[in-house]
Structure formats: C-alpha cells, structure tokens
C-alpha cells in the first residue's frame, strides 16, 4: 500500500513539474507582426509573380495600373528577443522584371549562422499576402504550405500550393491550378482549365469554354459544371467510383467506370481522371 501512494505521489510531482514547465514555457513564449503595405506601378497587360514559403496567398484583380501589397509578417518564438531575431530574417523581396513585377518570401541560406541558433529554439514564421493586381495580366501565384486563392483577373493565371487548397473565381483567360495535399475549386470562369490535385477533391463551374479542359484527382472526387451548349470530347475513367454524365455522350464507350466520346458533337478535350473517387459531370448549376 504505501509503495502504491510513494508512487502516487511522484506521479503527482511529475505532472506539476510538467505543468509549470508547460506555463513558464507559455509565459515567456512571444508573438511578433510587422506590417508590409506598400504599392508599385504595374500596367495592364504586364506579368505578375507571388513566392510564399509559410502563409496563405490571396490576389485580387481590380481597375487600376498598380499593385497593392498589404502582407503580415508573423513570428511566434520562446523569447521576444528570439521572435525579434527570427523576424529580421523573414523578408520580403519585390523586383522588376521585363515587363511586371516578382515579389518573393525570403529565408536565409544555410551558413549564415541562422539556422544555426534557430536550431535551439522553437520558432515559427509565416507571411500572409493580400495583393490587389491590374485585372488584364499573366499572373503566377504560389505557396508551399497554405492557401492560395485568386479573385477577378483576365488571362494567363498559374496557381499553385503544396499542402493547401486553391480557390480561383471569376477569372478569364487559361487557369493552371495545382496542389497536393488539398481541394481545388474553380468558379465562375470562363475560358479554359487544367486542374490537379493528389489528396483532394476538384470542383469546377465554367460559364464557358475556350480550349481544352483537364481535371486530375488520386484520392478524391471531381465534379464539373458546363454550360449546356458546351461542345467537348470527353475522357473520364476512375478506378475506384463511378462517372456520371448529365449530357448525352456519343460515339464512345458508356461504362460505370470510364466514359468517352463526344458532347454536343464534339469539341475540345475534357479530360477527367482520378483513382479514387466518383466523376460527375453536370449540366449547368454552380458549386
């Protein structure tokens, strides 16, 4: 009996060390943000690229010849000191290009000693962006880990994240959308799309279609809305679900797993493939 309250007891004095570790740790741990806002001329029809490491990218295209950057640079370490330091090496880079404008998350490179004391601490950094772009430009957005959305544009646009999902809406013109580790949704785009994914499900609306379509998934869903007077040769095959059509397709094959052939007396490519997950493609509606 009394080996069972000693250990009682030193279960006891265990968890309260950890405790008030836990709150001394959380006592002195800080938060640090500093504010970019800055704009740059830009003219309409020019190129636009956004390079993000840690922290969520959202474009928006408006009427005037210029960028608005407002991005937060966000640090949470053990110390202010450390949050201090740790912020001081988390830039952000803006260039001119031949014709447009690059702007760019930095961290810095091995063998500047940073990494060297951060391998000591428990640091994190993020950087979120809002930018505001001329609405006609070929524009490129990316992150690695977070979001990526993109609002209001017309032409080339290239979106893209690592572990994340990308949401573009009310966009014209070519979108390339990508990610690996979440959903992808296009809305209201008129113009044509590839889209692809690896752990995610794809949903796109198009009110209509210039080009080739392209809609890829491993472990997830794609559904895809059309305007009814949609004129495509479609290919969807997935391995593990089934593919539904909602608009008659001729002069192919017709089976529970892959559907072929022409809609509207065929078209452009509408290319829809996942390995696990159903395919639906639907007349009309939106997501």
Same mark, same amino acid.
């Given at each position: 009996?009394?080996? #069972? =309250? ?6 006891? $004095?265990?968890?309260? %060390?950890?405790?008030?570790? %836990? ?7 800080? @938060?640090?943000?500093? !504010? #970019? ?10 190129? #636009?690229?956004? /390079? ?5 990218? @959202?474009?928006?295209?408006? +009427? ?19 949050? =201090? ?9 803006? *260039? ?17 000693? #940073? ?16 930018? /505001? ?16 959305? $993109?609002?209001?544009?017309?032409? /080339? ?5 690592? !572990? ?17 580790? *979440? ?16 752990? *995610? ?36 095959? @997935?391995? !593990? ?20 052939? +022409? ?6 490519? $509408?290319?829809?493939?996942?390995? !696990? ?11």
């Amino acid at each position: 009996m009394r080996a #069972f =309250r000693s250990a009682g007891l030193m279960l006891t $004095l265990v968890l309260s %060390c950890v405790t008030l570790s %836990c709150l001394a740790h959380a006592a002195q741990a800080a @938060t640090l943000t500093e !504010n #970019f806002d800055k704009s740059y001329p830009l003219r309409s029809g020019g190129s #636009f690229a956004v /390079k993000n490491v840690n922290g969520s990218v @959202t474009v928006e295209g408006w +009427d005037q010849q210029q960028v608005q950057i407002n991005a937060v640079k966000e640090v949470r370490a053990d110390s202010d000191e450390d949050a =201090r330091q740790a912020m001081s090496h988390l830039t952000i880079e803006v *260039g001119q290009t031949a014709g447009g404008l690059r702007v760019e998350t930095k961290m810095p490179r091995n063998g500047e000693g #940073f990494w060297d004391w951060l391998s000591g601490h428990h640091v994190q950094a993020k950087v979120e962006y809002h930018i /505001k772009v001329p609405r006609h430009l070929d524009l490129q957005a990316e992150s690695v880990n977070g979001a990526v959305s $993109l609002t209001g544009t017309q032409g /080339k646009a290239t979106v893209e994240t690592t !572990n994340g999902s990308v949401n573009v809406r009310q966009v014209e013109g070519s979108v390339a959308a990508q990610t690996t580790n *979440g959903g992808i949704s296009v809305s209201e785009v008129a113009g044509s799309v590839k889209a692809e994914t690896t752990n *995610g499900s794809v949903k796109a609306q198009l009110t209509r279609v210039e080009g080739d379509l392209a809609f890829e998934s491993t472990n997830g869903s794609i559904t895809v809305h059309l305007p009814s007077d949609v004129r495509a040769t479609v290919d969807a095959s @997935t391995s !593990n679900g089934s593919v539904h059509s909602a608009f008659e397709v001729t002069g192919g094959l017709s089976k529970r797993r892959h559907v072929s052939g +022409d809609i509207n007396g065929g078209g452009g490519k $509408l290319m829809l493939s996942t390995t !696990n997950g159903g395919i639906r493609i639907e007349n009309g509606g939106s997501i």
